[in-house]
């Protein structure tokens, strides 16, 4: 599942809030931190955070109903969540009205999801999510804060824009409706992605604040569920609802391997190398749902990617 993008230091203690013993400052950086480099280890832990987001996303792709499936998703997230949520204190007051909103961006984002695997297959829609929330985020600080695009961001949306592009045209294009879909996944994802940056700042204890994140958007899901299906059932004894808890379980170590990594190397790089998740997709999507693999896909997801890695280091 889609979740907040930690930026660079925002997820790390500052001098502010902490006291750090002139004895413990050499001692004080994460295990593995490499200033200003990618060690072996990081490098790893983002291409593996890469692979584990297409793979939850083809659970669900694959998932029979994909509506329930996402929901069973969410809910063993949240299952997760609320006992670490009870052992942590409360974000501060502050914070809430941003975890509420970006609870309501990820109910969206999830139901349009849905909707867009319903009408397009993983190697189509993913790539086009994943291109267009950077994309969208780059713009978004162009039109309403007036940022400046430097010649690499500018160099990614173009390469974003061709590679989408590239998907929409042929014989092989992604449909109308899925490519709807997706764009309007990827507004989701800008929307509280911009949110969870504010949020995280404010609410005094990023743990407290990431947990909420996990916890609450499964609520809403169960909630949405119920009023648009007139009731939730979960039978322990299917293999679908432990292959959706899997999937759910496949997001989370997703997003702590990205905490890990951003926590032990500059965030760019990163993010970067995280949106090779685009191939991967591409790549899952023929060896386990038997998708087409033409090269014209293949092309155009390597444009998206490299669109979304240089809107990323620049």
């Known amino acids: ?36 480099e990618m060690s072996t280890f990081v490098v790893a832990l983002a291409l593996c955070a ?24 969410t809910a063993a997230m949240t299952i997760v969540a609320i006992p670490v949520a009870l052992a942590l204190p409360l974000p501060e007051q502050e914070s809430w009205p941003y975890l509420v909103a970006s609870a309501l961006f990820q109910l969206v984002y999830s139901l349009l999801l849905v909707a ?20 969208l985020v780059t713009l978004g600080g162009l039109v309403f804060m007036g940022e400046v695009l430097q010649p690499l961001a500018m160099a990614g949306v173009l390469f974003v824009v061709i590679g989408i592009m590239l998907l929409s045209l042929g014989r092989a294009r992604a449909t109308a409706s899925s490519m709807a879909f997706a764009l309007a996944t990827g507004v989701s994802i800008a929307g509280y992605s911009t949110v ?29 569920f119920f009023i648009m299906r007139g009731g939730f059932r979960v ?10 808890g899997g999937g759910g379980m496949v997001s989370l170590l997703s ?4 905490l890990v990594a951003y926590s032990m190397a500059p965030a760019g790089p990163v993010s970067a190398l995280r949106e090779t998740s685009v191939v991967f997709a591409v790549l899952i999507g023929r060896l386990f749902l038997g998708e087409t693999l033409s090269a014209k896909r293949i092309a155009a997801c390597i444009v998206v990617a490299a669109g979304a890695i240089l809107i990323g280091i620049s």
């Open 1 to 36: 599942m889609g979740r907040p993008q930690p930026v660079g230091e925002s997820l790390r203690p500052t001098l502010s809030n902490v006291v750090i013993r002139p004895d413990l400052r050499r001692r004080s950086k994460p295990w593995g931190y490499v200033s200003g």
């Open 50 to 73: 890469a692979i584990l987001h297409a793979g939850w996303n083809a659970f669900l792709r694959s998932g029979a109903d994909r509506f329930w499936t996402m929901t069973v998703m």
């Open 116 to 135: 867009a695997y319903r009408h397009g297959e993983l190697g189509q829609v993913y790539p086009i999510i994943r291109g267009s929330a950077p994309l």
């Open 196 to 224: 969870d940056a504010v949020g995280i700042r404010l609410s005094g204890h990023t743990g407290a604040y990431i947990t909420w994140v996990f916890l609450l958007p499964g609520i809403l899901m169960a909630i949405a």
């Open 235 to 244: 039978d322990l004894r299917s293999r679908e609802t432990w292959k959706a």
């Open 255 to 258: 997003y702590g391997a990205v």
